[in-house]
């Protein structure tokens, strides 16, 4: 032990490759930088600022699921309920929206957000007072909270010209140029990021996933930090099936059907440890920026829609290979974390 | 020391699970400023009383004073805001979490309501430096060596001011530095006033270490002694309540013919041109130090790691052992030394897991008939005196001793007439041990022939009819039993000269 050394100390000589090197998300960068050049060589309209547009229009839905998703993978579980949530919520809220045309879209973001909440504390309730494992837990209510859409709407759709213009302007409305619904992602973004950073509780999502026996010999409230982490989830996919109503001006019985394949597919890419106890929120950030860059590169080179759906699930495992290979590569010069 | 009043005072505590005592009418009185060690076999009820102490189990009966005032713990937190805080065997860390994050979790410093990484580094800097660890507190603890691990954990220990530092055999897996690097905590932190219990089965680190010892046997309470008044033979016979006259009872058997030639045989990166020949009836005992490369021989015997160079004959005819399930067909058993990862199957049964290697045997026509499998897993069993409610235990719910026993079980099951053991005794206490010691003398005399690597001298010494010691991936020297002494295996496990020794 006398010659015990950090890891560290060898490269104390911080230069900035170095930096770069530690930094997790950069393997992911590179991939993406790799991706834009490809395709804008292919077809040079990627490049322009519309579709750079588009695709951050198209994944600001995915990024504040995917986020939802991570904390809660990070916990070791998982939340196979977000789509079926999202569903619920938009059918509930659309439904209201309509019959109350007055009410302010803040109201009904509260109300998804409200409805959302008890979705998850019920998923929250069944993992640690039922100790169902979250995987069974959430594919039941995912079932469950599916069949409510039913039964809630009788199988009718709430359409575009019933819903009223402030309610559809909530999405896409640009009052500050850029359009709402990214900037919200954005500030969900900059919150989870604190809240995972810079708060106990948001440590103790960290703390349970990495080792949660020890986590409650340490006197983590292990099961109200689990609880706490679904009913976020839900909250979450409260305040984007509002969004999802809003921007696709509908609510349908098959809203955000399979979504949840999606939101862990970018919290995976994004470099969130399946295994719990790592991951971070510029990583979920950049792992949906590339499905959704992926998904719109497909389009503009022309791949057969048919092919599309194989293609993206291909291009997904490349990534995770690719971006487990670079990091691999990059932790040799750089050491840990 | 006994007119101050205990840190730690327990009187009449008793603990049963399902109606099994694990602990009966046991005291303890430990007091501040000293290292007092807790003494008994495995299944004696030690790790019961700990965690009574740190609140993970609450006792049935019986009272808890701590300073002087009685106290009830309902969980390890309530346990931990009173002072007490424990070093597992194993660590419990978090590998995702920085080392500041590790020693201060659920307390990170908050600053104006936020997490202050710039805090936490610094406080946890400080509690390294105190401790004189060198270590980055920014490092991530998947990253650290076990030794480095416990650090960790006693700066943890530290951060909340324990007044009770308890640690269950926190040297198992420590190299001899890096135990004496701990001894020199742990003394400092008596010489600060907190009171330590300290486990571990070496007895010669408690006679280094330890204050008092108290002993345990079968969950009752045996006595309380001062470390200074007592010698190995006594501890040993409070541990086991006879006297071992003889701990390593080698029978004088008859060698028989060679049965396992091993001829040039070589590993690249491992080891190089080791030749040496197996008789039946015979234990063959290897010595060497950890990564001389004893493991990777048996391994390649085994056939895990098939040789680059080199012949093995069994028999006087020359085999080629590419796979474990070729070594099996030729007779071959292998126990490795790390049985929690290789040796057993932890989520399985006992019976599941005696039964494992020879399947087989147990099957008619592809469809395992579980009558026969059950009959040779309850033989197996009871013939190694395995402690367990029955075959149809998990086998992580056994303690280490019982552990090794199920895994001898699945070996013997295979019938072989070659066994490699790899030290068979690591981490078991000293009653189990001579159960183990007595099976290999044994089966010795039934003329199995016994390849055994161990690391503890006496244990070669004690129970090999040959011994070969390999330095450096090389045989370096061969000894008969009748001269080897302790002194020699060392120096040739060393490659120190003999003058240089005193």
């Known amino acids: ?337 | 020391m006994n007119d101050k009043i205990p840190v730690i005072r327990m009187r009449h505590v008793s603990k049963s699970f399902g109606g099994v005592h694990a602990l009966k009418d046991v005291q303890l009185d430990i007091f501040s400023g000293e290292v007092h060690a807790l003494l008994g076999e495995n299944g004696a009820g030690k790790s019961t009383l700990i965690k009574v102490i740190t609140g993970v189990h609450q006792p049935d009966e019986g009272e808890i004073d701590l300073n002087g005032e009685r106290v009830y713990f309902n969980n390890p937190r309530e346990a931990q805001h009173q002072g007490i805080a424990a070093i597992y065997q194993e660590p419990s860390l978090f590998p995702d979490l920085s080392i500041a994050e590790n020693i201060l979790v659920g307390r990170q410093p908050l600053r104006g309501g936020r997490v202050s990484w710039g805090q936490m580094n610094k406080e946890a800097g400080a509690l390294l430096k105190r401790l004189g660890v060198d270590l980055n507190p920014r490092t991530k603890a998947r990253n650290l060596s076990v030794a480095q691990q416990q650090m960790v954990e006693i700066a943890r220990a530290l951060s909340v001011e324990a007044r009770v530092l308890i640690m269950d055999e926190p040297t198992s897996s420590l190299t001899s530095n890096e135990v004496d690097e701990l001894f020199r905590i742990t003394k400092q932190l008596r010489a600060e006033g907190t009171a330590v219990i300290f486990i571990s089965h070496r007895l010669e680190e408690l006679f280094a270490l330890a204050d008092r010892v108290t002993t345990l046997r079968d969950g009752e309470y045996v006595g309380t002694r001062e470390m200074a008044d007592v010698t190995t033979e006594g501890l040993i016979q409070m541990m086991v309540g006879r006297k071992l006259d003889d701990l390593f009872p080698k029978q004088a058997v008859e060698i028989g013919e060679v049965v396992l030639e091993v001829d040039h045989l070589s590993v690249n990166g491992a080891f190089k041109d080791i030749s040496f020949k197996l008789h039946a009836g015979e234990i063959l005992g290897m010595a060497g130090l950890v990564g001389a490369g004893r493991t990777d021989v048996a391994r390649s015997i085994f056939g895990v790691k098939p040789a680059t160079a080199g012949e093995i004959k069994i028999d006087g005819e020359t085999v080629e052992i590419n796979s474990p399930q070729k070594a099996m067909a030729l007779g071959i058993g292998y126990v490795p030394e790390d049985r929690q990862n290789h040796g057993l199957i932890l989520p399985m049964t006992i019976g599941d897991n005696v039964t494992l290697p020879m399947l087989d045997t147990y099957a008619t026509k592809g469809w395992l008939n579980p009558k026969k499998e059950k009959a040779a897993a309850v033989e197996g069993v009871q013939k190694l005196e395995v402690k367990a409610y029955g075959i149809e235990q998990k086998a992580a719910e056994l303690s280490g001793g019982n552990q090794q026993k199920v895994v001898l079980a699945k070996w013997l099951s295979t019938n072989p007439r070659i066994l490699i053991l790899d030290e068979p005794t690591r981490g078991i206490d000293v009653g189990t041990k001579a159960a183990v010691h007595g099976l290999m003398s044994n089966l010795a005399s039934q003329g199995m022939a016994i390849l055994m690597i161990s690391s503890e001298l006496p244990e070669v010494l004690g129970m090999s009819d040959r011994i070969l010691v390999m330095r450096e991936g090389l045989l370096t020297k061969e000894f008969d039993r009748s001269d080897a002494t302790q002194e020699k295996l060392m120096m040739a496990a060393t490659g120190t000269v003999e003058a240089a020794l005193p």
Not at chain 1, 124 to 133: A, D, K, R, W
Request: proline letters at 3%; hydrophobic letters at 55%.
């Open chain 1, 1 to 337: 032990m006398a010659t015990t050394y950090s890891a560290n100390d060898e490269k104390k000589g911080n230069n900035l490759f170095l930096t770069l090197v530690r930094f997790r998300e950069l393997s992911i960068m590179i991939i993406i930088l790799l991706l834009v050049i490809l395709v804008s060589i292919r077809n040079p309209a990627f490049l322009s600022i519309e579709n750079f547009r588009d695709i951050l229009l198209n994944i600001s839905i995915l990024v504040i699921v995917a986020l939802a998703q991570t904390m809660v993978i990070i916990t070791r579980g998982i939340d196979l309920s977000v789509g079926s949530m999202i569903g619920l919520v938009a059918m509930m809220v659309a439904f209201v929206t309509v019959s109350f045309p007055e009410m302010s879209p803040l109201v009904a973001v509260l109300l998804g957000m409200a409805i959302g909440s008890c979705l998850g504390a019920f998923n929250g309730f069944l993992i640690t007072m039922g100790g169902v494992p979250p995987i069974i837990a959430t594919l039941g209510t995912l079932s469950i909270y599916r069949g409510l859409i039913f039964v809630y709407s009788g199988g009718q759709w709430v359409n575009s010209y019933e819903m009223p213009d402030g309610f559809r302007a909530l999405a896409k409305g640009a009052p500050l140029g850029i359009p709402n619904i990214i900037l919200i992602a954005a500030v969900v973004a900059v919150l989870v990021h604190l809240f995972l950073n810079f708060t106990r509780p948001g440590r103790d999502i960290y703390t349970i996933g990495s080792n949660p026996d020890a986590a409650k010999v340490a006197g983590v409230n292990v099961t109200r930090t689990t609880f706490m982490v679904y009913v976020i989830s839900g909250v979450l996919c409260g305040l984007a099936a509002v969004l999802w109503a809003s921007r696709f001006e509908s609510a349908q019985t098959n809203t955000a059907l399979g979504f949840e394949l999606q939101s862990v597919a970018a919290s995976v890419v994004g470099g969130v440890s399946i295994l719990g106890g790592s991951g971070s929120v510029l990583g979920v950030v950049l792992g949906a920026f590339l499905l959704g860059i992926i998904e719109n590169a497909l389009t503009l080179v022309r791949i057969s829609p048919f092919w599309q759906l194989a293609a993206q699930g291909l291009l997904i495992l490349t990534a995770v290979i690719v971006d487990s290979a670079i990091s691999r590569r990059l932790q040799r010069f750089g050491g840990e974390s």
